[in-house]
């Protein structure tokens, strides 16, 4: 198999960053080996590419690894999360990891630099956020004595546990190590946009003392990123509309899709009292979250919360994204000429408070600033209000009791304001809404132990009955 084993620090400063693949016998440099740019176009890593042979090789070991105690489990994960938030990994300290992340991906440095600790807080609560997802009538171990007069004990569906992840947040390599608390071995093959996340996640753990043959990374290209999935029992794949098309009829994948998050404002609230709410649902952590708010529908004239909100988000900085106050995405010049080239065409109907002819704001070194975007519709079930955008982008339309809780499905969040509980009751017995935040919540705020998009141990586990002499 072409490639050599080699240490992942670069010689020198100014060398690219070298990302192996971690296999089940190491670290693994690749021949084929893919530049990863910054958002000027300059290289700032080069990413080792797996065949399909190392995948399969790979997924097989997972398979065959002996796992250890959960004591032992939770106690390494817990040693990771202070190596990946603290220590010196692959050469690169806290500062340099985050730095790297937030120009390859152009997400503002304080985001990154916040989501370093979330995702340290995550880890050493794992166990803690996997229990509250057991059910209480389920014990942990067939030994347990109730089940010798019959009792649910609770167990994993399958031994092995593969991630295709996302790129848009370093958050979300938070959620997966949880697979590894309860026993399942992991192989996360990672974005272009974020592959250092990933990779110092899992040098981490596996100094933390999880074996090579417990968690790996496995990058891949396109054609072969299907090995990686056929190899496990399940897995969990990030991305757009267009993959969870793809992977929507098969039961043993979990698709985390675009979030379409929304808040609806009532008439017998004043959505001026709740503004700086609804600004930082729309804006925080740049908008690049599933969790960001997408549409706000409001019972009544849209208008001056339009007017309000274009203000509002219009004085945001236009700043590069590693600079301390930068609160917005960046991409490259031409990535972002086509984001707003493509709102422009989708936007046709709807009234622009700012437009796509704002978003586009050039830093002249190859990479620009997506500055925000507000348009108003003319009636709830307009179709931009399914649009998901990378950057601060957000529909307003009105909303009356006449058109129902149609206008509010397919939402992985939802901010209802309002003083009517019977209408609480409905959104809260709606399928099509993930998760109902009550009053003045952010769509953003989560927290350890609260499910994302239901628990993930909901998908990893199931109960058994056991019944014993």
């Not at 590693?322 to 031409?334: G, N, T």
């Not at 149609?406 to 901010?415: A, G, I, N, Q, Y």
């Amino acid at each position: 198999m072409a490639g050599d084993p080699a240490a992942t620090e670069p010689t020198d400063p100014t060398d690219p960053i070298h990302l192996d693949a971690l296999g089940a016998k190491g670290a693994f440099r690749a021949r084929n080996r893919e530049a990863i740019t910054d958002v000027s176009g300059a290289v700032v890593a080069e990413l080792s590419l797996v065949p399909s042979l190392f995948v399969n090789r790979t997924m097989t070991a997972l398979r065959g690894a002996v796992g250890r105690p959960v004591d032992e489990r939770i106690d390494s994960i817990a040693r990771a999360a202070e190596i990946f938030s603290t220590a010196t990994v692959n050469g690169q300290s806290v500062a340099q990891y985050e730095h790297a992340v937030s120009r390859v991906g152009g997400i503002p440095l304080t985001v990154v630099r916040t989501a370093t600790g979330s995702i340290a807080t995550r880890l050493k609560m794992a166990h803690y956020s996997v229990r509250q997802a057991q059910p209480r009538g389920a014990a942990d171990d067939w030994r347990d004595p109730l089940t010798r007069t019959g009792h649910a004990v609770w167990t994993r569906r399958g031994d092995v546990f593969a991630v295709h992840a996302a790129g848009n947040h370093p958050g979300t390599h938070s959620l997966w190590p949880e697979a590894l608390a309860l026993g399942y071995r992991v192989a996360v093959r990672p974005s272009r946009r974020d592959p250092f996340t990933p990779h110092r996640l899992i040098t981490a753990l596996r100094t933390a003392g999880f074996g090579d043959d417990e968690v790996v990374l496995l990058p891949t290209d396109h054609e072969r990123a299907d090995d990686v999935l056929r190899g496990a029992d399940l897995g969990m794949v990030y991305g757009g509309a267009d993959v969870v098309r793809k992977y929507a009829a098969d039961p043993t994948l979990l698709l985390q899709g675009p979030g379409r998050s929304k808040i609806l404002l009532t008439s017998d609230v004043d959505w001026r009292e709740h503004l700086d709410t609804i600004v930082a649902s729309v804006s925080h952590h740049g908008g690049t979250g599933c969790v960001n708010t997408t549409a706000v529908l409001v019972e009544g004239d849209p208008a001056p919360l339009c007017a309000a909100l274009a203000e509002r988000l219009a004085a945001l900085p236009t700043l590069p994204p590693e600079d301390e106050k930068a609160v917005l995405p960046v991409q490259s010049a031409a990535g972002a000429r086509a984001i707003a080239a493509y709102l422009g065409r989708r936007a046709e109907g709807t009234r622009p408070w700012l437009g796509s002819t704002g978003v586009v704001a050039d830093l002249g070194d190859g990479s620009a600033v997506l500055r925000p975007a507000v348009h108003q519709a003319d009636r709830a079930d307009a179709p931009q209000l399914g649009i998901e955008l990378p950057f601060p982008c957000v529909w307003v339309a009105p909303w009356t009791p006449e058109d129902g809780l149609t206008p509010l499905r397919d939402s992985l969040v939802l901010t209802v304001i309002t003083h009517r509980d019977e209408l609480v009751d409905r959104l809260l017995a709606e399928p099509g809404i993930g998760n109902l935040y009550v009053g003045d919540q952010p769509t953003y705020q989560i927290a350890p132990g609260l499910p994302h998009d239901g628990f993930l141990a909901d998908f990893l586990m199931r109960s058994k009955t056991v019944i014993r002499n």
